[in-house]
Structures are given as C-alpha cells and as structure tokens.
C-alpha cells in the first residue's frame, strides 16, 4: 500500500465500529486513531481497528484538536453526537493550525448539524479549515440502490422518460443511546435523524445520474410528526429506565414519527414527487429500510432487510438478546432475516472507499457539507410544516433561522 490515507475518527460509538469494520473492504486507508472525551471509547474502537487488521498502530485520542494536529493522521472522520458538531469543527480547526502538511479532507456522518444555522456553521467551518468535505450518507453507496438507480436511468429512464415518484422510509424500534432522545443533544428525534436518510435517497434516486443536484428544485415540503409510542406511560417509563433516568420522554418528547413529501421541478418544468416516512416506532425483525423508484413504464423496489438469508429458530432455542444478525435486531426467536455484510449493504464500504478516493484526490468528492446543508434546508421545512400545518417553500431564507424545538 502506497501511502495510505491515515484516518482519523472522532466519536468512537456506534457509527464508528461500524465504519471500522467496513473498512476491511476500502484499499489504501489505514484507521490512525480515535478521539473521544471517553479514553475508554476511544481505546476500544482503536483496539477494533487493530484487531481486524485496518489499523495495526491505531491510537487513542483525548479530542478533536489533539487527533487534528497530529501528524500521523491525515483525514477525519467526524462521527461524534449532533450537538458537538460545531465544538469538534472548532477543534479541528484549531489542532489544524499546527499541522505542517493540511488535511487531505473531513467527512461529518449526518445530520450536519442540529439546525439549519448551525448546517450553516459547520460549512463555514469547513471552508475556513480549507480541506475537501464530505458528507456521510451511506444510502447513497448500498450497493442495491446504486445498481438499481443506475439500471432503472439506463433502461427505463432511456426509453420511456424519466422517474417521477421515489420513495423511501427508514425504521426501527428507536435508537441506543440517551442522547439520540433529547432535543438539546439530537436537535429533534427520528425526523433529523432518520428521514435525512430517506429525503436524499429519494431526491438522489430520482435525480439523472451525473446530473448535479440543482437539476431539481425542491419547490414545497408538506410533512407531519407524531409521538405514536413512546410517549405512552409503559413506554416512556421503560425509556427511562433504559436510561437510567436521563430521558424524560413523557415530559420532554420530540417525535418518533414523521413523514414528508417534497413536490420538485426539473429544469424543464416537469413535477416530481418524493414520498418519505421514519419511524422509532416500529417493531420487526430489525431495521425496515424500504426505496420505491416510479416511472412511465418502470418501477424498482428495494427492501433492504431482504438480503437472501432467513434462518429460522423455534421456541426451544433461547439466548441472549443481540444484534448478530441485523443491525436493531428485535427479536432472537421464529423466522429472522440475516444480512450477511451489514457494512457492504448499508453503504458504508462503498461509502468510504468513495472518500478515501476523493481525500487521495484520485475523484471529486460526490457529497459535501453544502449537500448536508441542503438536507438540513429540507428537513427544517419539513418542521416547520408539520408544526404550522402548512406547506412550506423551502427556499425561504427565514428557514435559516428556524428551531423547531425552540
Ligand atoms: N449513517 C448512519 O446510518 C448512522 C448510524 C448511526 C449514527 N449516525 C450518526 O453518527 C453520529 C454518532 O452516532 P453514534 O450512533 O455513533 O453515537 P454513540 O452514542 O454510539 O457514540 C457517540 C460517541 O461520541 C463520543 N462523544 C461525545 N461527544 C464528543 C465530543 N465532543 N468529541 C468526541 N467524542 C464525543 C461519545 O463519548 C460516544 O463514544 C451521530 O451524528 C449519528 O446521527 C449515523
């Protein structure tokens, strides 16, 4: 391997480990470190990254400044909670004034931010830090869409005209960690969290491929929010307990159901539809990951939990509860799906070899923190819309203020 791009992450959770694993399957990259305000969450995902052979002298990092300036990392992977996004870019921002050599470039998972303001921020960070962006939405590279998207534009889209209604909705039984269900800490629940996935999977399936993201204008965004179950008293209090006291969902909720379409224009004035839908209120096997993609004469369908493996356990087989065989794993009993590579299928792999090859400078990063920020642009109309039970324009400049928690 010829100097390998040297990653750094920080934020050593979940998103992390998983990254991590994905990366067995990415050439030319070395995991360097991670950085996190717990050295023991650090140390474990450096400790990951050794034992499965991607990072052989991975080491741990007390913060964002600290992994920034040194120089044996040479990229960064910002994978800490949605309110430190802005705390972190300012660490690197400062770590990085005492680099000799600059960074080859910085990806932030999504959401970009809490707010449009602080989207906003973040991506003037990132130009004032002065190295190539990505944004990490991983649906964009899970290989069923990809090769769907591009069969479906080559076939269908060639001959008959172009799709005009994509679908997608994300769901699962809700997140693992406190700070997911906390409006100051998440900035909202599953619609930032989780329809940012499905708005730009659905815009990105039905834009042309190659095309750039202005072909289409999002010209109005109808949505409606809900609190299905959580907020109800046995499971708000098992919430709770979960969280050892730290979520208060009966009092301080945000929402755990959300869905939104976004009526679009082409550059030649034909409408297009997207239809999206999020849930942490739903339980199945595990993750429900659905994509519609419509056309004159064609149409694709993509359910990710359907991975070609279901194996089956009957009520004489107990065990502890886990997530060995899909991510959000609900059950450990009767009939399961198995998704054999979690992190080819959702998109990590394809996503980070995508970013390795950008930040090597061998392509043009394809997502950038101005893509964040257009997620964001929609996803606050799409508060707003619910809240105010109206359409929203969301090109309204006072979107760029809009807190819908505030
Ligand atoms: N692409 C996806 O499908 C996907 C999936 C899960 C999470 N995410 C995103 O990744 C981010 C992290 O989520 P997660 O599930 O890994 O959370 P997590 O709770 O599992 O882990 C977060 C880690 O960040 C650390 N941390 C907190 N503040 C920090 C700071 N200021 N500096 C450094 N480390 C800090 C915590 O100690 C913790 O170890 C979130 O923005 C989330 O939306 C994306």
Same mark, same amino acid.
């Given at each position: ?55 052989? !002298? ?5 913060? $964002? =400044?600290?992994?920034? /300036?040194?120089?044996?990392?040479? +990229? &960064?992977? @910002?994978? %800490? ?19 000799? !050599? ?5 990806? $932030? =998972?999504?959401?970009? /931010?809490?707010?449009?303001?602080? +989207? &906003?921020? @973040?991506? %003037? ?31 269908? /889209? ?9 679908? %997608? ?31 730009? /999977? ?205």
């Amino acid at each position: 391997m010829n100097n390998p791009l040297r990653i750094g992450f920080i934020g050593g959770g979940f998103i992390t480990r998983f990254h991590i694993q994905s990366l067995v399957q990415v050439r030319d990259c070395v995991v360097a470190g991670v950085a996190d305000m717990s050295m023991d969450a650090a140390e474990s995902a450096a400790a990951l990254a050794q034992s499965i052979g991607v990072g052989p !002298e991975a080491r741990a990092f007390e913060s $964002a =400044e600290a992994i920034a /300036a040194d120089p044996e990392v040479d +990229a &960064l992977w @910002v994978c %800490a909670p949605n309110h430190a996004r802005i705390p972190v870019l300012e660490g690197i921002r400062d770590g990085a004034m005492n680099r000799a !050599e600059p960074l080859k470039g910085i990806c $932030a =998972e999504k959401p970009l /931010a809490r707010t449009l303001a602080e +989207a &906003l921020e @973040v991506q %003037a960070l990132g130009k004032e830090i002065g190295a190539p962006t990505g944004y990490l939405e991983d649906m964009l590279f899970a290989p069923s869409l990809v090769r769907g998207r591009e069969v479906l534009w080559r076939r269908g /889209a060639a001959n008959a005209g172009r799709p005009y209604l994509a679908r %997608a909705s994300e769901e699962h039984g809700g997140p693992h960690s406190a700070w997911f269900w906390k409006k100051e800490t998440a900035g909202g629940g599953v619609l930032l969290d989780m329809m940012c996935h499905s708005i730009e /999977a659905a815009r990105w399936m039905l834009t042309e491929p190659g095309a750039p993201r202005d072909s289409l204008t999002p010209i109005e965004v109808s949505a409606t929010c809900a609190n299905l179950k959580w907020i109800q008293p046995k499971y708000s209090a098992q919430l709770s307990e979960k969280f050892g006291g730290e979520v208060d969902w009966a009092a301080d909720p945000t929402e755990d159901f959300a869905r939104a379409t976004v009526k679009w224009r082409t550059e030649d004035g034909q409408i297009l539809l997207t239809e999206t839908s999020s849930s942490w209120s739903y339980v199945g096997a595990g993750l429900r990951h659905a994509f519609q993609l419509l056309g004159p004469e064609y149409s694709m369908e993509v359910d990710m939990a359907d991975a070609g493996v279901q194996v089956f356990f009957s009520r004489e087989v107990t065990g502890d509860a886990g997530e060995d065989l899909v991510e959000k794993q609900n059950a450990e009993q009767g009939q399961m799906p198995l998704i054999p590579d979690e992190p080819a299928h959702y998109g990590y792999s394809g996503e980070n070899r995508h970013f390795v090859d950008a930040f090597l400078g061998r392509t043009e990063s394809s997502l950038t923190f101005d893509d964040g920020v257009e997620v964001m642009r929609l996803l606050m109309a799409a508060y707003q819309s619910s809240a105010e039970g109206r359409t929203i324009d969301p090109s309204d400049p006072s979107l760029e203020s809009y807190a819908p928690f505030s």
